[in-house]
């Protein structure tokens, strides 16, 4: 195997780990808060790794895992998108504290509401 297939290799794994790590990420956080949850840092992962093996898929040529990633990025970037732009608190912030009938604890921040 030539230098530059075995960089390339690098590459792709490296790709997939990143966006195998985003599973990582988000078991670990959803332990943490009891329930199942997915942190701002899962949209990172999912977008870098993904656009990490486009860039191997490219490589190879391989039309079917070109087609699957390019989606997957647009996906991510939506995604990120929308948590931005609505305000939307990432799961990787700290949970605002709730009284015992789910509302917002008495001085706590107000939650935001997503705009219409």
């Known amino acids: 195997m030539s230098t530059t297939e075995t960089i390339w290799l690098v590459i792709g794994f490296g790709g997939q780990g990143l966006f195998f790590g985003r599973?990582?990420?988000?078991w670990f956080r959803s332990e943490q808060e009891r329930e199942s949850t997915i942190p701002l840092s899962f949209w990172y992962l999912s977008l870098i790794g993904g656009l990490i093996t486009l860039t191997y898929a490219i490589h190879r040529k391989d039309p079917v895992f070109i087609t699957g990633q390019a989606l997957g990025a647009l996906i991510y970037v939506r995604n990120l998108m929308l948590?931005?732009?609505t305000g939307q608190r990432p799961a990787d912030d700290p949970p605002v504290p709730t009284q015992a009938g789910?509302?917002?604890?008495?001085?706590?921040?107000?939650v935001p509401t997503p705009k219409t």
Not at 23 to 26: A, E, F, K, L, Y
Request: charged share 10%.
């Open 83 to 85: 948590i931005h732009r």
């Open 102 to 110: 789910g509302g917002p604890a008495k001085g706590a921040p107000p």
């Open 23 to 26: 599973w990582i990420v988000q």
